[in-house]
């Protein structure tokens, strides 16, 4: 089809017609859709609640409404997305917008209002604009939309969605809520209000006359009750009346729960996600610290590591760009990086006459590198074949004297380009002066290019050669490294002219000249500037932080407090305040002059330049901030004087407020610091945070009360008892006290607004504070999380680990090698590396990172005999390979008789070398020695066992590569303690707990108790063992430099210096201080005086700070990697929320009732049994108002539990108000106790959010990839069982593996540990399938298995053993390393049950070994099973060493985990035993041979005539014997009579009918149900539901003494519905342990029958016991139906297989884990709900009228429960109106367990939810992390903008098409024959088609299918180049694309369409000869020639193909 073609351009017209869904101005269009929805939506509801005759509102509805008509119209040209693709064909987009959303949309315009103009009486027309709220789908469908694009700003998005949802459930509360009391205004109706009992008789201005008030207060005062109850505070100012308004009440209170929790979980989880990322970068600083520390390493050293971490996390927030653009296409990547290397192509004389193709293929060889200033990049006689290019930074150039600098060349020197291609030495010594990018080309990577580029190479080659010529002359400056070209880049020296000849003197001359003409750069005074870390610059920085937050905050409380008339001159010129502010404004001043004179640190270095400096400060802005923050604008209003003078002042003052700036950035400044504690950090920022907040808060609620007067008439203040007398500080603490209990939301209700605008106030203080919290909380929760991220996946790689070994029966001596090894891992690299994979510090410059490691290794190295000889570069070479391994004590390092190209060599520790049978040690290995020679240099076997008598390092260098392991622990002395031992260990635990007694009772002693003589008896004896553990303390080892020191002198002194002054403090009994103010001997005896008592009380409170042995006490138990658990956190949390409690308990009576007065009146006690006397007014002196306490006669548990009670409303943030403080000290102390304790709170839920978080990351990772995978298959339209068996696969390798690939499970270990592991593996399978006698073999390795394998091997027995000579056999019989050696190289694999293994035809080599399960192998025409192998049995093993294709299909007939031998591991193997490699390839050969000849024969041969024949040739002999027997049997019966003929068909055809009767029946009995069916979810749901509904029924009737007819009608019927439930669960089927899928009817009955919670228990919990009781009903009706309630209470257990089935469905793979936590989390909050109102109706069962139902005033039982319901959600949503409150102490003991219960179960709920969208985003936070990385680069390296749109949308496209995981991926750990059979689903139709595929066997195709790639293309997107190598060819899956002429893709000259295939070209050409151009969004299958040699290898009729494809024309 060519352009021409009419139906083509008509097809482009239409397709322009439509718009993408990810253009710009479609994005922005959808963005203002959603703004409109969200304002149609709030006004929609205001219109019916409220009033619907405002005329600017209506002029508003009609224009919103013609805008979504044009959204409506707009919708037929935007295309949509679907799985991924973007589909803009006008046709589909218009039907799928007509079938969806069309109708919907135009019902939501539709003006129903216009009825009411013909039907004006209709009175449900008022709620006639309902409609419109239909658009808020619209809304949301939108911000889901931008949610899943990977370019969008998701905090900006999220805000929105969050406020989007705040202000609906906001204005829907409001509007319900005032729908209780009044109708709303519409045409032709007034409002009504009843004049009733409701919420409007609370307020007096509305109670008096309801119609003098106007629609804004109405509606203002609900949405301040609607506000003030959604976020939880609850005044009570407004509260529920009657039972209509509690409902309302409760239903506002649930729903802020959950659409306020669920929409700030989702804030959280964003915010959490975007500040993760430092907290990850800090703990691998702090891991690499830590390695280097252990390691020794030079104080130099750890300071340029530590330095270039600091400058990477500084200037790219620690993100490396190498490889991180490697998934873009070739065209795409080529073009960003040929502008990134521009000027590096441009300065390289080589490349200039090159052409281009080689250029754009040169720029991607081409590596950036970061060097630190004194790094080395060449040396003097050095011969490195690399090109160097200065891309920033100054590289300074040194002669033979290193201290003799020849010049300095500067950004854009190139040097090192004739090195490329001759080995000449380097004549200087060239090092980093600054920090430097350079970059680099190297020799072998230019090489690649030429063999597709010869052209190019012999201009390179000639270019080289001539550039030669000037290079041999002895050069001695920088000319001969390609600076002469450039000579303005390079800086000499001048006395170094003396030493050059006359033709290089003219080259420095230019230089020299160029130099001369640059300013002179004047060193003075003047033009001095400070190093921006310098220490001054730090000090001032803190100091002036400090000035400017005193001024912001003295600013704000002059505004909002003193700006009054009564004010006027508070702050007169002689005042402190006066000369405070005029230092600040000194303070100020002298900023901006040192922002000016501080240096900036930029890539190159520092800039010292005044100019730059004055620059950079300017465009950033900050200049003109500082400047107009500094401004004493307070000057010019006091030039005019005045009454309101300082009113005045204070607001022009407020430019102060633009320092807030730069608090903001000191912040950020201190975060970013790697040297800084990030968890300290953020902690301080959040703290200042809450207080700026509480601060500013306050000022906006006491502003409206105070604005004119002091304190105005009718206002908060006023009604609170402030008066204009009182002080400042007694007027701000009352207003900071009101501000801190509505941000905590605790809401005592002594203060409440007093006016429309204080109310309004208020409700903006409660967002303020819920939006501060929950960033509070994420903040906390990010640092936890990336602190504890490492911890917890490796404590997973750990349990997993420990899994598979006892899955495989390991013994537990091996079993515990490898978890102390593994322990050993963490405490070296704590999670960040590990040995044998990339270095810790990976990422660090070469140089940088040789140095590391030569400090680290180069001496070891250089001591070994070998290497002694070679120079200090083959050394750092060596080092820089080399890998390093710790051995823990007792580990095996080598055993002899085993083949490892692997040298040891011992870094640090002792080694001993043992006897074959390890028994007798026969020799020793000291530090620097080494061992492992015979292997490493001959591949000879080992002739030692060598195992580590110490903790040992070992250097190990491998033939090839390195492998190191670091630890050392040196031989121990035994003088003293160890800190490890048990002994020490069991009395540390012990001293804690004695610890945390101490402090408890101490707090008794100081609050309650000082009178008690046996609690100070305790104390003493606690505090002799406190003095005790001093001692034994002074006799600890501790560790030193990596050394234990153990002597009884250095522990003491170590002792002396750390924690002895802290214990002193701690310990000592400091009541003997007040033995000298008071005697403790009195006229009533010793310790009787109770003041002294309680002065010695005080005195001992040092004592409480013992509890610091408690987060040390954890850290120990959490130190141990292997043994910790979630537990040991959850009591950690527990113990502290209990000693928080109770010290806030003792603090707030002890506040009220402090200490006695030693000269007072001590004879009358306020509370006598204590011996107290309370401060007048206190909350303790009401008490007998509240709660009708007796002092005379209370007792200290009342007290206690009282107090408890009032710590608990308040730290729980209840807050019902019975209890408040009324003093304004008390106040200041409440209101640092609820900061306290909104800190911890927010403290808890950020280490629960980040232990669940971090507990599910790896399910959620595994999650991500199964839902990719089937986002892959569903775009590619692959369903059925393909696709079902694909989902399953994945949930079978989760179940069994946990997502582990458990061959890289043994990567950590070192080769002796892995040899141990994989030789008790698969030492069976190697012995039988070679037929080697395993008592020889085995004999060193027969102590780690703990079970012998059954007998194995294949039918015929063993195969390898006729293709070796018996010698053979018996020399690897004889040899003890070959199953070893074998066995380390064989892998595992997974199959599901009825999965194909292979299929007939198939080609492979590899061979497989049955460990679990069976497998069946099929007829030829796989309807029949010829036979199954077992567990022990192998197949596979002719394709293994002939490499023939499979002879069978072989299909898994359980669930299998097969061992894999592949042909490659085997040749590996055999190549250090030659001879028998030899043999057996000469056997493979013959073999062959007679095959081929076998078959030749067959296929000459005649047909066979008979059926024995056919049936014997396909091998299936059991089908032939059937066949024979059915023909004899037919032969019999036709010799018999026709009567008897006839009488036996009509017999066997009726037993033939009742037989088919029976069998349907048969099998509609044992039909089973699919668990994944849709009907088993939906039966099962709906169960649970009703499994709730009768749980509250059968417990409701009860508590109420109340039988409702049809209640109690619904649980019989559900009590019917439960008997049938548990027929239908015999036929559910169900995964076993082993992953199997059960669907056997047999098999899942007994299931059923015999699990604990099946059907026995099913029977007793469900029988109808009714029925027991039935008879009642006839002998007395009245009692039957109370009989049988209480009968049916039996039913309750039912309750726990719905917590069951709920716990099951969370741990579904395949299940919406939000959404059934979401259901979970309602479940469990309805019960608790419900038995907790059920508890509270008890009480009054128990108390009457003196419970708390006497504030209700009602007395029905229904009602109570209703009302006790409301009082439950109070508390649950720490609302606390206070209109129902406790009223006795019993009550007070309920309610305090119910609000920590309640507080307890709110934290991990929400917790669990916040976790898992956290876990859930984590994939494509970390997408759009390096998008954004990848942003940053292309805008530094200012990439043109059309370049970097191109890239964006690439990412965004592959985000929204795979997640951003690329099918190899996915494909990863899948059966081969399944990815087989998807790629030749999706490809094979499409390949068959194509005339070089045509003639191809299936079998081929489905190998090809294995090396096939997936790739997508946005539209306009490059697929390929014009004159780019042509190694491929494509093929069109999905979309269009253009075949142009030219290079820039303008003609066009071919549109190929799905299922086209272009570019198969590349078999004959070299290069493109067109260019290939994605017309629309495009999926492209490709197939490149090395995929085809590859297959041609296996297959000749392939290689056939290419070579006839090779000579066509």
């Not at 008022?126 to 370019?151: H, Q, T, V, W």
């Not at 005592?748 to 504070?769: H, N, R, T, W």
């Not at 405490?827 to 270095?839: C, N, R, T």
């Not at 997502?1299 to 043994?1306: A, R, V």
Request: hydrophobic share 45%; aromatic share 14%.
């Amino acid at each position: 089809m060519t352009p021409e073609d009419p139906n083509e351009s008509r097809e482009l017209e239409d397709e322009l017609s439509v718009h993408s869904p990810k253009q710009q101005n479609v994005r922005a269009w959808n963005a203002f859709i959603s703004i409109t929805c969200l304002a149609t939506g709030i006004i929609a509801l205001y219109e019916m609640f409220f009033n619907s005759t405002v005329p600017g509102i209506i002029f508003t509805r009609y224009s919103l409404d013609l805008v979504f008509i044009l959204s409506i119209i707009s919708r037929f040209y935007i295309g949509y997305e679907t799985h991924g693709v973007v589909i803009t064909d006008p046709r589909k987009v218009r039907k799928k917008y007509l079938r969806t959303w069309f109708l919907l949309d135009v019902l939501s315009v539709l003006p129903l209002e216009t009825i009411t103009i013909a039907f004006p009486q209709l009175r449900f027309m008022r709620y006639a604009y309902a409609n419109r709220c239909l658009r808020l789908f619209r809304l949301f469908g939108i911000l889901s939309m931008f949610s899943k694009e990977p370019d969008t700003n998701k905090i900006n998005l999220t805000v929105f969605k969050v406020f989007s949802i705040m202000a609906l459930c906001i204005q829907a509360s409001a509007c319900l809520w005032f729908h209780q009391v009044c109708e709303a205004v519409y045409a032709g109706h007034e409002r009504y209000c009843p004049k009733t009992e409701n919420w409007l008789q609370l307020l007096p201005e509305f109670s008096i006359n309801t119609t003098e008030v106007t629609d804004m207060e109405f509606y203002a005062t609900s949405l301040y009750w609607s506000t003030i109850t959604l976020c939880s505070i609850g005044y009570g100012d407004i509260h529920a009346t009657n039972l209509e308004e509690a409902t309302i009440a409760s239903f506002v209170m649930v729903l802020g729960l959950l659409s306020f929790g669920i929409s700030m979980s989702n804030l959280s989880s964003v915010i959490s996600n975007m500040v993760a990322q430092r907290g990850r970068f800090y703990h691998r600083v702090e891991a690499i610290l830590h390695y280097m520390r252990q390691m020794g390493l030079t104080e130099e050293i750890q300071e340029w590591v530590h330095q270039h971490y600091h400058n990477l996390w500084f200037h790219q927030r620690g993100r490396d760009i190498a490889g991180l653009m490697d998934d873009l296409p070739f065209v795409l990547l080529s073009d960003v990086e040929s502008c990134c290397y521009k000027t590096v192509i441009e300065s390289a004389k080589l490349f200039r006459k090159t052409e281009d193709g080689f250029k754009r293929a040169l720029v991607l060889k081409l590596k950036t590198c970061t060097y630190s200033p004194g790094q080395v990049l060449v040396n003097t006689g050095e011969i490195r074949q690399n090109m160097y290019y200065i891309k920033q930074g100054l590289v300074q150039v040194l002669g033979n004297n290193p201290e003799t600098e020849i010049a300095k060349l500067e950004p854009g020197s190139l040097f090192g380009e004739v090195h490329l291609l001759y080995e000449i030495p380097r004549n200087v010594t060239m090092c980093a002066l600054t920090e430097c990018e350079i970059v680099i080309l190297e020799r072998k990577n230019l090489l690649l290019l030429f063999a597709d580029y010869p052209d190019a190479a012999v201009e390179i080659a000639r270019a080289a050669k001539k550039r030669l010529k000037n290079f041999r002359n002895p050069l001695q400056e920088a000319c001969a490294y390609g600076v002469a070209s450039v000579p303005q880049n390079a800086v000499f020296e001048t006395d170094q002219i003396i030493n050059l000849k006359t033709k290089d003197q003219r080259i420095f001359g230019a230089s020299l000249e160029y130099d001369l003409y640059q300013p002179c750069d004047l060193n003075s005074f003047w033009k001095g500037t400070f190093h921006p870390e310098c220490v001054f610059i730090k000090v001032w920085r803190f100091f002036f932080f400090w000035c400017i937050t005193v001024s912001v905050f003295l600013e704000l409380w002059v505004f909002f407090f003193t700006s009054n008339v009564e004010s006027k001159g508070l702050f007169s010129e002689d005042s402190v305040v006066f000369y405070l502010n005029c230092l600040i404004y000194i303070a100020a001043a002298f900023d901006i002059l040192v922002n000016l004179r501080t240096g900036l640190l930029t890539k190159s270095g520092q800039v010292s330049d005044l100019a730059a400096i004055f620059q950079v400060y300017r465009k950033s802005w900050n200049l003109y901030y500082d400047v107009l923050a500094a401004l004493p604008l307070d000057l010019i209003v006091s030039a005019y004087g005045g009454a309101e003078h300082w009113t005045i002042s204070g607001l022009v003052r407020l430019n102060r407020l633009i320092w807030i700036r730069r608090i903001y950035q000191y912040f950020c400044q201190k975060e970013s610091d790697i040297h800084k504690n990030l968890f300290e950090e953020r902690t301080t920022k959040c703290l200042f945070l809450l207080i700026f907040t509480v601060h500013v808060c306050a000022g906006l609620l006491y502003l409206p009360a105070c604005h004119e007067e002091r304190c105005q008439e009718e206002s908060w203040a006023w009604n609170t008892g402030l008066k204009s007398t009182q002080s400042y500080f007694e007027h701000y603490m009352t207003a900071v006290f009101w501000t801190i209990t509505t941000m905590t939301s605790v809401g005592y209700g002594d203060i409440i607004p007093g006016s429309l605008i204080e109310q309004c106030m208020a409700a903006v203080v409660g967002i303020i504070a819920l939006l501060v919290f929950n960033y509070i909380i994420s903040q906390l929760s990010a640092t936890l999380s990336g602190k504890n991220a490492k911890r917890v996946a490796f404590q997973n790689l750990f349990s997993e680990m420990r899994h598979f070994m006892k899955q495989h029966d390991l013994k537990n001596f091996l079993q515990n090698r490898v978890m102390n090894y593994m322990t050993l891992m963490w405490s070296k690299y704590q999670g960040e590396a590990f040995p044998g994979g990339p270095f810790i510090m990976h990422n660090l410059p070469v140089e940088l990172k040789q140095n590391v490691l030569m400090a680290e290794r180069g001496e070891v190295l250089s001591q070994i005999p070998y290497f002694a000889e070679a120079g200090q570069s083959f050394i750092r070479d060596l080092a820089l390979t080399s890998v390093m391994y710790f051995f823990p004590k007792g580990e095996i390092i080598q055993y002899s008789k085993t083949i490892t190209r692997e040298l040891f060599c011992i870094r640090r520790g002792a080694c001993e070398i043992l006897n074959d049978d390890l028994s007798e040690v026969v020799g020793h290995y000291q530090k620097g020695m080494h061992f492992g020679e015979a292997g490493f240099l001959f591949g000879k076997q080992a002739t030692l066992t060598v195992r580590a008598v110490t903790c040992c390092e070992i250097i190990v260098i491998d033939f090839d590569k390195i492998r190191v392991v670091l630890e050392k622990y040196p031989m121990l002395k035994s003088k003293a303690f160890f800190p490890s031992s048990a002994f020490y260990v069991k009395w540390e635990f012990l001293r804690t707990l004695l610890a945390v007694a101490n402090s408890i009772i101490t707090s008794f002693l100081v609050t309650f108790l000082h009178f008690s003589l046996e609690l100070w008896i305790v104390c003493y004896i606690l505090g002799f063992c406190c003095w005790v553990d001093i001692y034994l303390r002074m006799h600890v080892a501790f560790y030193e430099d990596n050394d234990l020191k153990v002597d009884t002198l250095e522990t003491a002194r170590h002792y002396l210096k750390t924690g002895f002054l802290v214990d002193f403090i701690t310990c000592f009994p400091w009541e003997l201080v007040g033995w000298i103010m008071i005697s403790p001997i009195s006229e009533n005896g010793f310790y009787a005086n109770s003041e002294a008592l309680h002065l010695y009380a005080y005195l001992r409170i040092p004592h409480i700070f013992q509890l610091y042995r408690i987060p040390l006490a954890f850290s120990f138990l959490q130190a141990d990697i292997a043994t910790e658990k979630h537990i040991h956190t959850v009591l950690q949390l527990l113990l502290y929320s209990a000693l928080f409690v109770h010290f806030a308990t003792c603090i707030v009576f002890a506040s009220a009732c402090p200490a006695a007065d030693l000269y007072g009146n001590v004879s009358d006690y306020f509370i006598p049994s204590i011996k107290h006397n309370c401060t007048i007014l206190s909350w303790v002196t009401h008490l007998d108002k509240s709660f009708d306490v007796d002092f005379a006669t209370v007792t200290f548990q009342e007290l206690y539990l009282i107090s408890l009670y009032f710590t608990t409303t308040t730290l729980c943030a209840v807050g019902f108000g019975d209890i408040h403080p009324s003093l304004i000290s008390m106040r200041t102390g409440m209101s640092f106790i609820m900061i306290a304790a909104m800190l911890f709170t927010g403290w808890l839920s950020g280490t629960v959010t980040a232990m669940l978080a971090n507990a599910d990351a790896m399910r959620a990772a595994y999650t991500e990839k199964t839902e990719s995978m089937k986002l892959f298959l569903k775009s590619h339209k692959i369903s059925g069982a393909l696709y079902d068996s694909v989902v399953r696969f994945y949930v079978l390798r989760w179940k069994l593996t946990k997502g582990f690939d458990q061959d890289k499970l043994t990567e950590y270990f070192p080769s002796s540990l892995v040899g141990d592991i994989s030789t008790v593996l698969y030492a069976d399978f190697i012995a039988r399938v070679f037929g080697l006698n395993k008592q020889k073999t085995q004999e060193s390795e027969s102590f780690f298995s703990s079970t012998p394998f059954a007998k194995a091997g294949k039918l015929r027995g063993q195969f390898f053993e006729t293709m070796i000579t018996k010698e053979g056999l018996e020399e690897l019989e004889s040899d003890g390393c070959f199953i070893r050696l074998l066995a380390r190289r064989i892998s595992q694999s997974l199959f599901r049950a009825n999965d194909l293994i292979y299929k007939k035809n198939d080609y492979g080599s590899e061979m497989y070994f049955i460990y679990k399960g069976e497998v069946e192998v099929l007829s030829n025409d796989n309807t029949a099973v010829l036979f199954q192998l077992k567990a022990g049995q192998y197949f596979g093993e002719m394709s293994l060493l002939l490499g023939e294709p499979r002879p069978a299909t072989v299909r898994a007939a359980t669930n299998c985990e097969l061992y894999v031998l592949s042909k490659k591991s085997l040749d590996e193997a055999l190549k250090y035993y030659p001879r028998i490699y030899n043999q057996m390839q000469s056997a493979a050969e013959e073999m062959k041979y007679q095959l081929h000849k076998g078959d030749l024969q067959i296929n000459t041969s005649k047909k066979p005539g008979s059926a024995e024949e056919t049936f014997i040739r396909t091998g299936s002999v059991k089908l032939f014997r059937e066949h024979m027997a059915g023909e004899e049997h037919r032969a019999q019966l036709r010799t018999r009579s026709l009567c008897t003929r006839l009488c036996t068909s009509i017999s066997s055809a009726l037993i033939q009918f009742f037989l088919k009767i029976f069998n349907n029946m048969r099998r509609v009995h044992n039909r089973t149900i699919d668990p994944e069916n849709n009907f088993r979810v939906i039966y099962q749901y709906i169960s649970c539901l009703l499994i709730t509904i009768f749980f509250w029924a059968i417990t409701f009737m009860p508590a109420v003494f109340d039988v409702d007819y049809y209640l109690f009608m619904l649980t019989m019927v559900v009590e019917f519905l439960q008997i049938i439930e548990i027929f239908l669960k015999f036929r559910i089927c169900y995964f076993d342990d082993s992953g199997a899928y059960i669907s056997e009817y047999r098999l899942t009955s007994r299931n059923y029958m015999t699990r604990k919670v099946g059907f026995v228990f099913d029977m007793v919990f469900s029988f109808p016991y009714g029925l027991i009781i039935f008879r009642q009903m006839k002998e007395d009706p009245s009692t039957f139906l109370p009989m049988i309630i209480y009968v049916r209470i039996a039913h309750l257990p039912r309750i726990i297989s719905l917590l069951l089935f709920m716990w099951k469905e969370e741990q579904s793979l395949t299940n919406n884990l939000l959404l059934v936590r979401m259901i979970k989390y309602f479940v469990h909050t309805f019960l608790f709900v419900h038995c907790t109102a059920v508890l509270f109706i008890s009480f009054v069962e128990s108390h009457g009228i003196m419970s708390w139902v006497a504030k209700t005033e009602v007395y029905d039982f229904t009602e109570m429960y209703r009302y006790a319901t409301y009082w439950i959600l109070q508390i649950y949503t720490t609302t606390g109106y206070g209109d129902i409150s406790a009223s006795n102490l019993g009550e007070m003991i309920a309610c305090v367990a119910i609000m920590i219960l309640c507080k307890v179960q709110v934290i991990y709920k929400m917790g669990l939810l916040v976790a898992t969208q956290t876990n859930k985003m984590t994939l494509q936070e970390a997408f759009e992390e390096k998008l954004q990385t990848i942003q940053e680069h292309m805008i530094h390296e200012k990439i043109p903008s059309t370049l970097q749109n191109r890239v964006t949308q690439f990412y965004s496209y592959q985000w929204n098409r795979t997640k951003g995981t690329c099918a190899e991926v996915l494909f990863k750990g899948v059966p081969r024959c399944l990815k087989m059979d998807i790629v030749s689903r999706i490809c094979m139709q499409h390949l068959k088609m194509h005339h070089l595929f045509s003639h191809l066997r299936e079998p081929v195709m489905r190998e090809l299918s294995t090396r096939i790639l997936f790739r997508c293309f946005p539209v306009g997107e490059f697929i390929y180049r014009k004159g780019d190598i042509a190694t491929e060819m494509y093929l069109i899956l999905i979309g269009k694309v253009n075949l142009c002429l030219d290079t820039r893709g303008k003609n066009v000259f071919q549109r190929l369409s799905a299922g086209a295939a272009f570019g198969d070209h590349f078999l004959r050409e070299h290069k493109h000869r067109d260019t290939a151009i994605a017309a629309n969004y495009v999926d492209i299958a490709i197939l490149s020639k090395v995929a085809l040699e590859d297959v041609a290898l296996l297959c000749p009729s392939v290689a056939r193909l290419l070579e006839k494809a090779s000579e066509m024309p």
